[in-house]
């Protein structure tokens, strides 16, 4: 009995650990992730399809148009510069960074090397970047999947969402590559509550798609 009970105890401080470790970061929700709107840099790659996946997350097929600097870049926001904005202006001075769980689904073509960067991006950054991410790297040959943690200062947002582009010389042919990528709520963050209107303008958004696919 006390070896088992010193177990449950132990397995209860884990769960309790790890809850304290993200208590002070914030996420963005499936809605969230589908409703990013705004893309940095003009001939990036592009997107092809977004769609919420059963249970946490939200996949992207991603045309990357190269391996090289702007086709190899896909970075969708929520940001001041472009886009409806939800997340502009809110007040975030009560977490100390932003987590999103990423998982490289597919990708096409062969080779095990190549590397697929990926970050939790948001911004301003405390020494005065229009954002920042911690990097992670994602490849065919593993690991498949990472959390990013990004932490932040400024106490409202004017850009988040996520950044993602090939790493030359990891093995990329030139003329890019097709990828699906998963995005999702890291568990345990909060999650940033997205304004009701926008629910129905996601909800509404998925249920024409999904008209159209039939």
Known sequence: MGVRFRRIIGGICAALCATLANAANVTLSDVGILALDHYWYSNSAVEIARRDVPGPGVEFDIQFLSSEFPGYAFYPTSSIYGGA???VGLDVSMYDAFSLDFRLVDV???GTARELVVGALIGPTSDGYIWGYTPQHLSPGGPFGATSVTPFTPSSIEAIGFASWLLPDSGWDPAGATVTLRVSPTPGAVQIPEPAA??????????????QVL
């Open 85 to 87: 904005g939800d997340w």
């Open 108 to 110: 096409d073509g062969s």
């Open 198 to 211: 926008l629910v129905i303008v996601v909800a509404l958004a998925l249920g024409l798609r999904n008209r």
